[in-house]
């Protein structure tokens, strides 16, 4: 069976079952079946032959999918979006929100994961400019989630993290204690937003299907309380080289000697 999963942004499950409950809705109208699944271990998810559909990340889709097939972007209205491109922003504790990025010199960084765009490759990039030697962090954590990120900063495991806007606005909605004590002090460059994918076996019919789904989704009014639940302001199919955009910020930090946090 065809496998549906949107793992990306699951902030509020009751939100997320109720987005894909609806996909799988419109999917079976148009003679589509597919099961919703939930993974912790992403990258064998996202090779997986029978993938209908899931989101990544823009770094994971440019250096470490190379088989899959994109379907498109949705639309962020969270603050910090513009049009199909998100950004992160620099999260340090309550105390510290006087400081600017290049007071964090030599301190802890804490990020998700090095496959990250959000969370690693965009703090990477904008420390890059003020790293000696190709160093600017003391030590970088690795946390596993954004939200587990925020928890180390709260428990003074780190000092600063590149958080997903889209994260955010999602946990000062739905978990706001998430973020208590926690403040924002500079923000990354806006940056391609998370692709939706596909397996690179799914015919160009089957394809067809999926993104009149996701405009359908997204232009019917009547689902318009479930997108503003989930902060989803539309769907577009951008060409897959608007996701190269994280390479080159790969080797902009690169340029200045800076090859890992």
């Not at 064998?44 to 250096?63: I, K, V």
């Not at 899959?68 to 949705?74: K, N, P, Y």
């Not at 900063?153 to 606005?169: G, P, S, Y």
Request: proline residues 5%; aromatic residues 8%.
């Amino acid at each position: 069976m065809p496998i549906l999963s949107l793992p990306m942004y699951d902030i509020d499950h009751a939100s997320t079952r109720r987005l894909t409950a609806t996909l799988t809705t419109l999917l079976a109208q148009r003679d589509v079946q597919a099961d919703v699944e939930w993974h912790d271990d992403l990258l064998p998810h996202w090779r997986d032959d029978n993938l209908l559909l899931s989101q990544t990340c823009g770094y994971p889709l440019a250096e470490l999918l190379p088989e899959v097939q994109l379907v498109g972007a949705f639309h962020s209205v969270a603050p910090g979006c513009k049009d199909l491109r998100y950004r992160s922003w620099l999260v340090v504790r309550g105390e510290e929100a006087h400081r600017t990025l290049a007071d964090f010199y030599d301190r802890r960084a804490v990020c998700n994961s090095a496959d990250s765009h959000s969370g690693y490759n965009a703090l990477r990039y904008v420390i890059a400019p003020l790293a000696v030697q190709g160093r600017f962090f003391r030590e970088t954590l690795f946390s596993g989630s954004h939200r587990a990120s925020l928890t180390a900063l709260r428990e003074q495991q780190a000092d600063i993290a590149a958080i997903d806007c889209i994260t955010w606005a999602l946990l000062r909605r739905y978990a706001p204690q998430a973020l208590a004590g926690l403040e924002i002090i500079g923000e990354t460059p806006l940056c391609a937003a998370l692709p939706l994918i596909t397996s690179r076996k799914t015919d160009a019919l089957l394809m067809e299907k999926l993104r009149s789904v996701l405009f359908e989704l997204t232009m019917d009014d009547k689902y318009r309380p479930l997108l503003d639940a989930c902060l989803i302001g539309g769907f577009a199919v951008p060409q897959r080289s608007f996701f190269d955009e994280v390479k080159k910020w790969e080797a902009q930090a690169a340029a200045y000697g800076v090859t890992r946090l």
